[in-house]
Protein backbone atom coordinates (compact mmCIF):
# COMPACT_ATOMS: atom_id res chain seq x y z
CA UNK A 1 0.00 0.00 0.00
CA UNK A 2 1.28 3.14 -0.43
CA UNK A 3 0.72 5.80 1.46
CA UNK A 4 1.56 8.95 -0.31
CA UNK A 5 1.16 10.24 -3.99
CA UNK A 6 3.55 12.11 -6.54
CA UNK A 7 3.28 13.00 -9.60
CA UNK A 8 6.16 11.54 -11.57
CA UNK A 9 7.77 14.45 -12.72
CA UNK A 10 7.56 18.01 -13.15
CA UNK A 11 9.12 21.33 -14.94
CA UNK A 12 9.79 24.81 -13.42
CA UNK A 13 11.89 27.78 -14.59
CA UNK A 14 14.35 28.90 -13.12
CA UNK A 15 13.51 31.48 -10.55
CA UNK A 16 10.34 30.71 -10.36
CA UNK A 17 8.58 29.20 -7.50
CA UNK A 18 8.27 25.00 -7.75
CA UNK A 19 5.42 23.45 -6.29
CA UNK A 20 5.51 19.98 -5.55
CA UNK A 21 2.14 18.30 -4.59
CA UNK A 22 1.91 15.31 -2.13
CA UNK A 23 -1.51 12.66 -2.03
CA UNK A 24 -1.56 10.99 1.76
CA UNK A 25 -5.28 10.43 2.33
CA UNK A 26 -5.07 7.98 4.46
CA UNK A 27 -2.52 9.86 6.77
CA UNK A 28 -3.18 9.67 10.29
CA UNK A 29 -3.54 11.70 13.42
CA UNK A 30 0.23 10.58 14.97
CA UNK A 31 1.72 10.38 10.97
CA UNK A 32 3.55 13.78 10.07
CA UNK A 33 4.95 14.50 6.61
CA UNK A 34 8.62 14.55 5.60
CA UNK A 35 10.01 15.71 2.51
CA UNK A 36 13.32 14.71 1.39
CA UNK A 37 15.63 15.04 -1.95
CA UNK A 38 18.23 13.15 -3.54
CA UNK A 39 20.29 14.66 -6.35
CA UNK A 40 22.32 12.93 -9.25
CA UNK A 41 22.36 9.84 -7.32
CA UNK A 42 23.81 11.56 -4.21
CA UNK A 43 22.32 10.42 -0.45
CA UNK A 44 18.89 11.52 0.48
CA UNK A 45 18.55 15.35 1.59
CA UNK A 46 16.15 15.96 4.49
CA UNK A 47 14.10 18.88 3.57
CA UNK A 48 11.50 19.97 5.66
CA UNK A 49 8.48 18.02 7.80
CA UNK A 50 5.59 18.69 9.46
CA UNK A 51 2.39 17.62 11.30
CA UNK A 52 -0.74 19.84 10.60
CA UNK A 53 0.93 23.48 10.24
CA UNK A 54 2.59 25.11 7.90
CA UNK A 55 6.38 24.94 8.16
CA UNK A 56 8.82 27.12 6.62
CA UNK A 57 12.93 26.68 6.68
CA UNK A 58 16.26 28.30 4.77
CA UNK A 59 15.22 25.66 2.10
CA UNK A 60 11.61 25.84 1.48
CA UNK A 61 7.98 25.67 2.79
CA UNK A 62 5.61 23.01 3.74
CA UNK A 63 1.68 23.60 3.27
CA UNK A 64 -0.49 20.93 4.71
CA UNK A 65 -4.06 21.05 3.97
CA UNK A 66 -6.70 21.40 6.75
CA UNK A 67 -7.69 17.94 6.51
CA UNK A 68 -4.05 16.99 6.31
CA UNK A 69 -4.71 14.72 3.30
CA UNK A 70 -2.25 16.62 1.01
CA UNK A 71 0.45 18.85 1.10
CA UNK A 72 2.73 21.06 -0.79
CA UNK A 73 6.53 21.54 -1.20
CA UNK A 74 7.14 25.26 -2.00
CA UNK A 75 10.67 25.99 -3.24
CA UNK A 76 10.23 29.40 -3.33
CA UNK A 77 12.58 30.33 -6.68
CA UNK A 78 14.38 27.46 -7.79
CA UNK A 79 17.48 27.22 -9.28
CA UNK A 80 19.20 24.45 -11.64
CA UNK A 81 20.76 23.02 -8.25
CA UNK A 82 17.47 22.11 -7.71
CA UNK A 83 16.98 19.65 -10.06
CA UNK A 84 16.42 16.26 -8.00
CA UNK A 85 13.78 13.71 -7.16
CA UNK A 86 11.68 14.77 -4.34
CA UNK A 87 10.10 12.37 -2.37
CA UNK A 88 6.98 12.71 -0.09
CA UNK A 89 7.24 10.96 3.43
CA UNK A 90 4.35 10.38 6.10
CA UNK A 91 6.05 8.86 9.27
CA UNK A 92 4.48 8.17 12.80
CA UNK A 93 5.15 10.69 15.21
CA UNK A 94 6.54 8.18 17.79
CA UNK A 95 8.85 6.27 17.89
CA UNK A 96 8.40 2.42 17.94
CA UNK A 97 7.95 -0.74 15.94
CA UNK A 98 7.63 0.31 12.23
CA UNK A 99 8.02 4.16 12.90
CA UNK A 100 12.09 3.73 12.15
CA UNK A 101 12.16 3.52 8.80
CA UNK A 102 11.84 6.22 5.66
CA UNK A 103 9.46 4.50 3.48
CA UNK A 104 10.48 6.31 0.12
CA UNK A 105 8.32 5.67 -2.75
CA UNK A 106 9.39 6.56 -6.50
CA UNK A 107 9.00 10.48 -5.95
CA UNK A 108 8.91 13.35 -8.24
CA UNK A 109 12.00 14.35 -10.89
CA UNK A 110 12.32 17.74 -10.93
CA UNK A 111 13.42 19.21 -13.35
CA UNK A 112 14.37 23.21 -13.23
CA UNK A 113 14.89 24.37 -16.78
CA UNK A 114 17.31 27.24 -17.57
CA UNK B 1 32.31 17.43 10.55
CA UNK B 2 31.76 14.31 7.92
CA UNK B 3 28.45 13.34 8.59
CA UNK B 4 27.54 9.85 7.26
CA UNK B 5 30.19 7.90 5.64
CA UNK B 6 30.73 4.90 3.45
CA UNK B 7 33.30 2.94 2.41
CA UNK B 8 33.80 1.91 -0.47
CA UNK B 9 32.50 3.81 -2.86
CA UNK B 10 32.45 1.44 -5.70
CA UNK B 11 32.68 -2.64 -5.71
CA UNK B 12 32.56 -5.15 -8.24
CA UNK B 13 31.89 -8.43 -6.95
CA UNK B 14 31.74 -11.83 -8.80
CA UNK B 15 28.39 -14.27 -7.83
CA UNK B 16 29.13 -16.35 -4.30
CA UNK B 17 31.73 -13.66 -3.20
CA UNK B 18 31.64 -11.80 -0.07
CA UNK B 19 32.21 -8.61 1.20
CA UNK B 20 31.38 -6.14 4.29
CA UNK B 21 30.00 -2.02 3.39
CA UNK B 22 31.15 -0.08 6.05
CA UNK B 23 29.45 2.75 7.31
CA UNK B 24 30.38 5.54 10.27
CA UNK B 25 28.59 8.09 11.55
CA UNK B 26 30.35 11.06 13.67
CA UNK B 27 27.07 12.84 14.78
CA UNK B 28 26.47 10.44 17.99
CA UNK B 29 23.30 9.47 16.55
CA UNK B 30 21.51 6.66 18.52
CA UNK B 31 20.16 4.68 15.56
CA UNK B 32 21.40 3.41 12.12
CA UNK B 33 20.40 2.47 8.81
CA UNK B 34 21.29 0.68 5.85
CA UNK B 35 19.07 1.05 2.48
CA UNK B 36 19.51 0.00 -1.02
CA UNK B 37 18.22 1.55 -4.30
CA UNK B 38 17.96 -0.10 -7.56
CA UNK B 39 17.35 2.26 -10.79
CA UNK B 40 14.38 4.19 -11.08
CA UNK B 41 13.05 2.92 -7.73
CA UNK B 42 12.86 4.89 -4.02
CA UNK B 43 15.40 3.01 -1.05
CA UNK B 44 14.22 0.62 0.26
CA UNK B 45 14.98 -0.58 4.29
CA UNK B 46 16.95 -3.88 4.70
CA UNK B 47 18.23 -3.51 8.01
CA UNK B 48 18.11 -1.11 11.37
CA UNK B 49 19.56 -0.24 14.25
CA UNK B 50 17.80 1.50 16.67
CA UNK B 51 20.45 1.97 19.44
CA UNK B 52 23.62 -0.14 20.33
CA UNK B 53 23.79 -3.55 20.73
CA UNK B 54 20.40 -3.85 18.77
CA UNK B 55 19.73 -4.77 15.06
CA UNK B 56 16.04 -5.14 13.63
CA UNK B 57 15.02 -6.80 9.95
CA UNK B 58 13.50 -4.05 7.26
CA UNK B 59 11.87 -4.89 4.38
CA UNK B 60 14.44 -6.71 2.19
CA UNK B 61 16.56 -8.03 4.71
CA UNK B 62 17.50 -11.36 2.74
CA UNK B 63 20.88 -11.92 1.53
CA UNK B 64 22.28 -10.21 4.35
CA UNK B 65 23.69 -8.87 7.67
CA UNK B 66 25.02 -6.42 10.04
CA UNK B 67 26.35 -5.43 12.66
CA UNK B 68 26.40 -2.84 14.80
CA UNK B 69 30.21 -2.60 16.09
CA UNK B 70 29.58 0.06 18.29
CA UNK B 71 27.58 3.53 18.51
CA UNK B 72 29.61 4.85 15.66
CA UNK B 73 29.58 1.81 13.11
CA UNK B 74 27.03 0.00 11.26
CA UNK B 75 28.46 -2.97 9.11
CA UNK B 76 26.58 -4.68 6.36
CA UNK B 77 27.37 -8.10 5.42
CA UNK B 78 26.80 -9.83 1.82
CA UNK B 79 27.94 -13.42 2.82
CA UNK B 80 27.50 -14.65 -0.93
CA UNK B 81 26.95 -12.32 -3.04
CA UNK B 82 24.27 -12.06 -6.37
CA UNK B 83 23.64 -10.37 -9.12
CA UNK B 84 19.99 -9.53 -7.98
CA UNK B 85 22.13 -7.47 -5.09
CA UNK B 86 23.60 -5.37 -7.73
CA UNK B 87 22.41 -2.07 -6.66
CA UNK B 88 23.20 1.26 -4.73
CA UNK B 89 23.42 1.08 -1.04
CA UNK B 90 22.83 3.70 1.19
CA UNK B 91 23.58 4.32 5.17
CA UNK B 92 21.62 6.42 7.35
CA UNK B 93 21.76 7.87 10.75
CA UNK B 94 19.52 9.57 13.03
CA UNK B 95 18.49 10.54 16.91
CA UNK B 96 15.59 8.52 17.73
CA UNK B 97 14.61 7.44 21.36
CA UNK B 98 12.54 4.07 21.18
CA UNK B 99 9.33 5.37 22.55
CA UNK B 100 10.01 8.68 22.23
CA UNK B 101 8.43 11.53 20.43
CA UNK B 102 10.02 11.43 16.61
CA UNK B 103 10.64 15.15 16.59
CA UNK B 104 13.47 17.04 14.86
CA UNK B 105 14.14 13.79 13.62
CA UNK B 106 16.05 13.93 9.97
CA UNK B 107 17.78 11.35 8.59
CA UNK B 108 21.42 11.88 7.48
CA UNK B 109 22.28 10.14 4.49
CA UNK B 110 26.14 8.76 3.32
CA UNK B 111 27.00 8.96 -0.45
CA UNK B 112 26.28 5.82 -1.58
CA UNK B 113 27.88 2.55 -2.30
CA UNK B 114 27.76 1.17 -6.11
CA UNK B 115 27.78 -2.16 -5.94
CA UNK B 116 27.53 -4.62 -9.01
CA UNK B 117 28.08 -8.65 -8.99
CA UNK B 118 29.33 -10.27 -11.86
Known amino acids: DAKTTQPTSMDCAEGRAANLPCNHS???????VYWYRQIHSQGPQYIIH???NNETNEMASLIITEDRKSSTLILPHATLRDTAVYYCIVRPAYSGAGSYQLTFGKGTKLSVIP | NAGVTQTPKFQVLKTGQSMTLQCAQD?????MYWYRQDPGMGLRLIYYSASEGTTDKGEVPNGYNVSRLNKREFSLRLESAAPSQTSVYFCASSELVWGGPLLNTEAFFGQGTRLTVV
Open chain 1, 50 to 52: GLK
Open chain 2, 27 to 31: MNHNS
Open chain 1, 26 to 32: TISGNEY
